[in-house]
C-alpha cells in the first residue's frame, strides 16, 4: 500500500482565499484524522471519521473550516475564507480501529499571506 | 493545564549517550500510550505502543508506564544520529469518545 497520501504537499495562498485540502487514507481503514501542527500549539486534533461519518469536530477552530467525507477513500478539509494564522502543517492519519496505530501522512504546508 | 505535557527541549546528547523522554498526563481514563518519531519535514510514524502500566522493550527503545503517577517514559540506548528526530507521545482512553491527545514533542539532536 501506498500509505496515506496528501495533496497538495505544499500551498501558498492569500488571505481570504479557499484553501482545499485532500486525503486519501490507507485502503480498509475505518478511521480518518486531521490534525494542524504548529510550533506554538504542537499537533492538534481537528476532526475525525469513523466509517466516513465525522465523530468528533470540537478542534476544529472556527466555522471557517470545514471537513468531508464523501467515500471510503477521500477526504477533504476546506478553509473558507484564509487567513494567515492558519498557516501550519496540516497532517492527515487513518486508523484501522479505534485506539490503534495512526498512520500519518506527508503532511501539507499551508502559507496564508 | 494541557492533558499531556511535554518537554519540547531541545535536547541534544552525544552518540552513544541513553537519552531519557518524559511526558506527564491528568487524565486518569488513558489506557493506551504511544510514543511517535517525527523527522523534519515528515509525519509521526509509531515508535512505541504499550496498554496500561508497565514496561515494553523494542530493541534499543524502552517504552514505560506509570499509571499510579500519570507518568511515561521512553528511553533509547546507544543512541545515534539517525535517532535525531522529535519524539511525540500520544495518549487516548480508547473509549467510544476515541481521541488521541498528543504531546508537543521534544526535539532530540544526537550528535556524532
Known amino acids: 500500500d501506498a500509505g496515506v497520501i496528501q495533496s497538495p504537499r505544499h500551498e501558498v495562498t492569500e488571505m481570504g482565499q479557499e484553501v482545499t485540502l485532500r486525503c486519501k487514507p490507507i485502503?480498509?481503514?475505518?478511521?480518518l484524522f486531521w490534525y494542524r501542527q504548529t510550533m506554538m500549539r504542537g499537533l492538534e486534533l481537528l476532526i475525525y471519521?469513523?466509517?466516513?461519518?465525522?465523530?468528533?469536530d470540537s478542534g476544529m477552530p472556527e466555522d471557517r473550516f470545514s471537513a468531508k467525507m464523501p467515500n471510503a477513500s477521500f477526504s477533504t478539509l476546506k478553509i473558507q475564507p484564509s487567513e494567515p494564522r492558519d498557516s501550519a502543517v496540516y497532517f492527515c492519519a487513518s486508523s484501522p480501529r479505534a485506539a490503534d496505530t495512526q498512520y500519518f501522512g506527508p503532511g501539507t504546508r499551508l502559507t496564508v499571506l | 493545564q494541557k492533558e499531556v505535557e511535554q518537554d519540547p527541549g531541545p535536547l541534544s546528547v552525544p552518540e552513544g549517550a541513553i537519552v531519557s523522554l518524559n511526558c506527564t498526563y491528568s487524565n486518569s481514563a488513558f489506557q493506551y500510550f504511544m510514543w511517535y518519531r517525527q523527522y523534519s519535514r515528515k509525519g509521526p510514524e509509531l515508535l512505541m505502543y504499550?496498554?496500561?502500566?508497565g514496561n515494553k522493550e523494542d530493541g534499543r527503545f524502552t517504552a514505560q508506564v506509570d499509571k499510579s503517577s500519570k507518568y511515561i517514559s521512553l528511553f533509547i540506548r546507544d543512541s545515534q544520529p539517525s535517532d535525531s528526530a522529535t519524539y511525540l507521545c500520544a495518549m487516548s482512553a480508547g473509549t467510544g469518545g476515541f481521541k488521541t491527545i498528543f504531546g508537543a514533542g521534544t526535539r532530540l539532536f544526537v550528535k556524532a
Open positions: 471519521f469513523n466509517n466516513n461519518v465525522p465523530i468528533d
Open positions: 504499550t496498554y496500561s502500566s
Open positions: 485502503s480498509g481503514h475505518d478511521y
